[in-house]
């Protein structure tokens, strides 16, 4: 048995954020149908394609283990069957533009008049607010949420990170709303409205950047690389590859940086492990010398140490460094590229990598579930075509006959 099986989503999710959130409630076993427009459906269909008419990478990723049913939810007769559809399903979730729903015809009192058991989850970009009406990608909400003034180096511009976090980090926090919204509704019989934006997501994220705001109040940010030479303005500046969590700590190059591009570790140089590492770059010297044997000896001259450390890991490879400093409680990880992701076994037997076969694109590798239940063994299955499941969808749950079916069809409604 699956977690969540028994539970049906309506999934009105497109492109990236809501997608990745009722990807995972799919995983987890609800049965996730996936509403889109007749003809061109989601968008991320043709995104980015690899593959001639075929559906790109882009949307296989981010819609695993749904059915999909075509409905065109602006035509009346394709209104009557969302109704219809909101009344036998759990959930409904969307991430159109603000106020495409309501647009369309679907209030959330609307929705509750239906269905009052339903809980419907929304992404926006923005919470009420100056910019609630705004369309929203990633890149504008690493922008708004924190990560982009606070990320990249000192001299350099706002930077965005390759990591999805106010697309698929917000998908993350609109399955868990669903999920504790389900929880309630055990005890209460009532359905609720959960509501994720973006800029909340990515702030979320950032939590100690606003930490780092506050104690800049009160005297410079000893743990960044401004200090004690460099100047702070008024708010958290960028700090390059320093630690967020007040441990020293710095990307390195590896033996072989020249010509590799994540020939590089990452080594925390932390009080408790200081003696290993002195010991295993050849500084016993250190231990010794008051000018470097506490951390606060150190703090001033951060630099200057990662410099001696990089002459000591500029010897060897990433994975030799890995194996050396690991039993020594030195915490480091190597710079991993996308292909040695992808190669690595440990995932593969996780399900963390899973190859997937698709009918139009043959295999491909895809992440799998991130979240692994000991009662709920994820079993990722290909995305669906699209509309692949209209008609199996109108028979079983709205009792169509083929006929009835046929005609909806001729109309353009599916
Ligand atoms: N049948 C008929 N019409 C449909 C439909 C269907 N099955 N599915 C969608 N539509 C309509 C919508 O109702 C909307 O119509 P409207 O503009 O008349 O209200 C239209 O298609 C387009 O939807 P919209 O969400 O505006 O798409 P977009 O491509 O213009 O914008 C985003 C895309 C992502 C910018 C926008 O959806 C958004 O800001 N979403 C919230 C934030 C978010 O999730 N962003 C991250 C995306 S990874």
């Not at 050396?324 to 030195?330: E, K, R, S």
Request: with cysteine; glycine share 10%; proline share 6%.
């Amino acid at each position: 048995m699956k977690a969540l099986e028994g539970v049906r989503v309506l999934d009105m999710t497109h492109v990236q954020s809501g997608p990745t959130g009722t990807q995972l409630l799919a995983w987890f076993g609800a049965d996730v149908i996936k509403v889109e427009r007749p003809g061109s459906g989601d968008a991320t269909r043709g995104q980015l394609r690899d593959i001639p008419e075929v559906d790109s990478l882009y949307f296989t990723m981010l819609n695993h283990n749904k059915r999909s049913i075509t409905l065109n939810t602006k035509s009346q007769k394709g209104q009557e069957i969302f109704s219809e559809l909101i009344e036998s399903c759990d959930v409904l979730a969307e991430n159109f533009a603000p106020g495409a729903l309501d647009r369309m015809g679907f209030s959330w009192q609307r929705i509750q008049e239906i269905n009052p058991r339903i809980i419907y989850a929304s992404v926006k970009g923005f919470g009420p607010g100056p910019y609630q009406d705004c369309k929203v990608y990633e890149n504008v909400a690493q922008c708004t949420g924190g990560e982009a003034s606070t990320t990249g180096f000192d001299d350099g511009p706002p930077t965005i990170t390759g990591a999805q976090i106010g697309d698929s980090g917000t998908g993350l926090n609109m399955a868990l709303g669903i999920v504790t919204a389900l929880f309630q509704r055990e005890k209460t019989g009532r359905g609720q409205r959960v509501e994720c934006a973006m800029q909340d997501g990515v702030l979320n994220l950032c939590r100690v950047k606003l930490r780092d705001q506050q104690r800049l109040s009160r005297g410079p940010l000893t743990e960044y690389p401004q200090y004690p030479n460099g100047e702070f303005g008024d708010a958290t500046p960028r700090a390059g590859n320093a630690s967020g969590g007040g441990q020293p700590g710095w990307v390195v190059k590896c033996r072989g940086w020249e010509s590799d591009p994540n020939s590089y570790i990452y080594v925390i140089a932390q009080a408790a492990s200081f003696e290993h590492l002195a010991c295993a770059i050849g500084r016993e010297d250190w231990l010794e010398d008051p000018e470097w044997n506490t951390p606060k000896a150190r703090l001033p001259k951060l630099g200057q140490m990662f410099d001696e450390i990089e002459k000591w890991t500029t010897t060897l490879t990433k994975f030799e460094i890995m194996a050396i400093l690991n039993p020594l409680d030195v915490p480091c990880g190597p710079v991993l590229s996308m292909k040695e992701l992808a190669d690595e076994p440990s995932l593969r037997a996780t399900g963390t990598v899973v190859e997937v076969d698709h009918p139009a694109r043959g295999k491909y590798l895809t992440v799998g579930n991130p979240i692994k239940l000991s009662e709920s063994a994820t079993t990722v299955t290909r995305s669906p075509l699209l509309g692949e499941h209209t008609d199996e969808i109108l028979r079983e749950i709205l009792g169509l006959a083929n006929d009835q079916i046929a005609a909806m069809r001729s109309e353009g409604a599916v």
